[in-house]
Every structure is written in structure tokens, then in C-alpha cells.
């Protein structure tokens, strides 16, 4: 072996680099016209996070993750969430076998390394429980046993903003848990007519049964991306800016009286966290190994809408978390 070729299990940091701009490329081809919800979902699978994704139907959301998993050696499920799903029906149950005369676990669609939670706001309190645990702890508890899930695991939930009946929707704890929140609109009318084109092709290539199988990017390629992630550089201004929005968004008395009493809640630790290893992905996928203050400012509104909640009277005077965030980066100097 070669000094400067080092682990062979772990490929060379320009290898990945390249591996991962092949694959951004690849499901572009296929998402077309949702670049950025392309661009979210691998910065959520280098963050080892998960993702929570809102638009109206027929914008590719389930397309995307199965585009994902088909281009991974990995394992997808997808879950239709509704009213009547029960607990067991996503994480699985014992099952009792008179044969050996005991209880034997049947694992659920959890288990998955990637799982698709379609319309995740349409099932009742005790099922998001479950699927809290597993989103926080990596782990699902059936019984008085604990089971570990797969070391990548990521939860793409979708939600339909346009149909509000039978739905429950989803508190903050669990809202939390999710990376990032990605909201996203329909295509321009370039990007319709390639799609028009794509649909073709795929009937024609079913009808000839010659659809092509994608190569699969392996898991040790995924893991050594965490790491070259986790080894981007983040200057100690970037980082204090980074800490200084998230701290405003608790008490932005300091920058703007009036914003500070139309935001209830702001964000916890746990969203400086996200926020750091969103901006260290991003930047890794442009191909820098340093943060700059724009891939914080860039993914600041995924990262942090969900976690920024205004208060009544800022939501009675049409206040969201898209728009405290957006008031909160006008607010915060940058370095």
C-alpha cells in the first residue's frame, strides 16, 4: 500500500467528493426541477439527519427517496401513514411461535436504513411516539426489549399542506427530531417538459423491460462522507455567528425589540447542531473544505423554521417561521 493512498477501505477524499457529485447528478436526471430538494436530502444523508419535506402532491417527494435508495446499498421501506395505523405496524411485534413455545420479534419497516413516512401527520400520537424513539435514540422498544436500528438510518417524511382533515398534526418534540424542514413548489415550465420527456422514457423502458440498474454507492463511501464532513473547517467567527442567530432567536431583544415579542420559542442546542453539520455538508458538496457565513445563511431557513415559533399576536399579524427566520438573518451581522 502506498503512504498516501491510506485506508483502502476508505476512499480518497477528491473519490468521495466525485462519488457524491455523481450521485447529485444522477438524481437530478430523475427529480427534475427540485434541485433543492436534491440537494437537502444528501446534505441530510452526510449530516445523518432526517428530513421532513411539505408540498402538494405529484412533486416527486416519494420519487426522490426511492431515487435515493435505488443508488445506495441500502434498504428502503415506505410507510403510508393513516388515522387507523397502529404502533406495531411500524415497528414490528412478538410473535408467538407453538412450535418452539416462545415469543419471537417480527421487525417492522423501522428497521429499514431508509424509510419513507408518507403524510407522517395523518397518523394518531401513540404511532409519532414510536417513531420519536426511533428518530432520537436509534432505537425501538417492543415489550422489555430494546432493539438497535441500522447504523444509517434516515426518516424522509412527507406532508400534503392542501388536505387538513384527519390529520394530527405533529408536536414539537417530534418536529424537533427532524434536521431539516424542506418546503417545495412546483417546477418551471422548462423543467415540466423534461419531465414530460422522463415520463415517456420510463413507460418505454418498462414495456421493453431494459430499465438500466443504477450502480450503488456502498455504505463504507457514506460513513467515510460523515467523517470528511465532520473534518470541514469552521472558523471560530463562522462558528460565533453561527451560535449568535441561533441565540437570537431565543432573545433578539438586543437586535430588534419588536421581533423578540413575536417569537414564542426559539431554537434549543439541538438546533446549533443541526445548523453546524447542515453548514458543514453544504460546503463539503461545493467542493470547499471550509464554512462560510453564506452556507449558514443559505440553509438557515431549513434548519431553523420549524424550530422558531411565533407568538400569537405575530401569527395574528401573518408572522411564520419563514419569516421570523428571514427577519432573524437581517437582524444578525455577519463576521
Known amino acids: 500500500m502506498s503512504p498516501d493512498t491510506g485506508n483502502p477501505a476508505e476512499p480518497h477524499a477528491s473519490d ?61 421501506a415506505r410507510v403510508q401513514f393513516t388515522p387507523d395505523l397502529l404502533p406495531a405496524d411500524l415497528t414490528g411485534t412478538e410473535i408467538w411461535r407453538p412450535q418452539d413455545g416462545r415469543f419471537e420479534f417480527q421487525a417492522g419497516p423501522i428497521f429499514h436504513p431508509l424509510l419513507l413516512a408518507d403524510e407522517i401527520n395523518r ?6 411516539s414510536a417513531l420519536l424513539e426511533a428518530m432520537g435514540e436509534r432505537q425501538v422498544t417492543v415489550g422489555r426489549q430494546t432493539y438497535r436500528l441500522p447504523q444509517l438510518f434516515l426518516v424522509m417524511a412527507t406532508q400534503n399542506p392542501i388536505e387538513q382533515e384527519g390529520t394530527f398534526p405533529l408536536p414539537e418534540a417530534q418536529l424537533d427530531r427532524f434536521l431539516m424542514h424542506v418546503r417545495i413548489g412546483y417546477p418551471e415550465a422548462d423543467a415540466e417538459i423534461r419531465i414530460l420527456a422522463l415520463a415517456r422514457e420510463r413507460a418505454l423502458a418498462l ?13 463504507e463511501a457514506v460513513f467515510a462522507a460523515r467523517r470528511a464532513v465532520l473534518e470541514v473547517h469552521l472558523a471560530p467567527a463562522v462558528e460565533r455567528y453561527l451560535v449568535e442567530l ?15 415579542r413575536r417569537i414564542a420559542w426559539g431554537a434549543s442546542p439541538r438546533g446549533s447542531i443541526a445548523l453546524e453539520r447542515c453548514a458543514r455538508a453544504s460546503a463539503w458538496l461545493a467542493g470547499r473544505d471550509f464554512v ?28 411564520d417561521g419563514d419569516r421570523l427566520v428571514a427577519a432573524l438573518l437581517d437582524q444578525v451581522p455577519l463576521p
Do not use: N
Open 16 to 76: 468521495l467528493h466525485a462519488r457524491f457529485s455523481a450521485l447529485r447528478e444522477a438524481l437530478s436526471t430523475e427529480i427534475i426541477g427540485q434541485s433543492r430538494l436534491v440537494d437537502r436530502l444528501l446534505v441530510a444523508l452526510l449530516a445523518d439527519g432526517h428530513l421532513l419535506v411539505e408540498g402538494a402532491p405529484g412533486l416527486a417527494k416519494t420519487t426522490a427517496i426511492r431515487a435515493l435508495a435505488a443508488r445506495l446499498e441500502a434498504d428502503f
Open 123 to 128: 397518523a394518531p400520537a401513540k404511532v409519532q
Open 207 to 219: 414495456l421493453d423491460a431494459d430499465e438500466a440498474v443504477p450502480e450503488r454507492l456502498p455504505l
Open 246 to 260: 441561533v441565540l437570537a432567536s431565543r432573545d433578539a431583544t438586543p437586535y430588534d425589540p419588536a421581533l423578540a
Open 292 to 319: 462560510t457565513p453564506d452556507d449558514v445563511r443559505a440553509i438557515a431557513p431549513d434548519v431553523l423554521r420549524h424550530r422558531v415559533l411565533p407568538s400569537y399576536e405575530a401569527t395574528a399579524e401573518g408572522w
